[in-house]
């Protein structure tokens, strides 16, 4: 149907000279172990020519864990990582942040982010598909009359909120006109797969 692109990877920036940066993009994409954090961080201060009292002021936590996570005796806490890559220059974008989340929180992230974007390829996408191939006035009415019921809006609020004049959603709510390629990204900026799923699903055929 449409593509909304994902996030880009990490690991995009080379291996130059061994920075602190080109460790972080070259070890981001199997994630960092506990000691390749230390080895960051260290790198970081060492660049910036920090002592580990500067260090402490930028990343906020004290200099005794700063020490326990350079030997190992506890892990660099999540937003102490944040703190380094935002101070190294690294986007924090969705990739960036999975790279600094505890293993296994970053797993149940990336299952449910995946969970998400299966759901919208899959019913969502597929939906707008069906509709562009054709569909009831039963059937588009009620998609959009269920997307003014979840907002909480009437049906001029909805044309506002997707960038339509009462008029434009009017002609598309009554299949006048093909849904303009906006106005679905629009609809899946505005609304959730989980606010989406359950009115889709009632209105596809359940034979």
């Known amino acids: 149907m449409f593509g909304v692109s994902e996030i880009a990877s990490v690991a995009d920036e080379p291996v130059r000279n061994l920075t602190s940066r080109s460790k972080f993009f070259a070890t981001a994409p199997a994630g960092l172990s506990n000691a390749q954090w230390a080895e960051v961080m260290d790198l970081f201060r060492l660049e910036q020519g920090w002592s ?7 990343i906020g936590i004290s200099i005794s864990m700063i020490r326990q996570c350079r030997i190992l005796m506890r892990p660099l806490p999540p937003a102490a990582r944040v703190r380094i890559l935002s101070a190294m220059g690294v986007e ?4 960036s942040l999975i790279a600094a989340l505890p293993s296994a929180v970053k797993e ?28 009831t006035t039963e059937v588009l009415a009620g998609f959009f009359d269920g997307l003014a019921a979840i907002a909480g809006v009437e049906l001029a609020g909805l044309a506002e909120r997707l960038g339509l004049s009462l008029s434009e959603l009017t002609d598309l709510r009554e299949g006048q006109r093909p849904i303009p390629f906006l106005v679905k990204v629009a609809i899946t900026e505005s609304f959730t797969a989980q606010d989406m799923g359950p009115l889709i699903l009632s209105l596809l055929p359940t034979a």
């Open 92 to 95: 924090m974008n969705l990739s």
């Open 108 to 135: 149940a992230v990336v299952a449910a982010d995946g969970q998400s974007s299966f759901v919208r390829r899959t019913l969502i996408y597929g939906f707008f598909d069906r509709l562009d191939a054709g569909e």
């Open 52 to 58: 580990d009292t500067q260090l402490s002021k930028r």
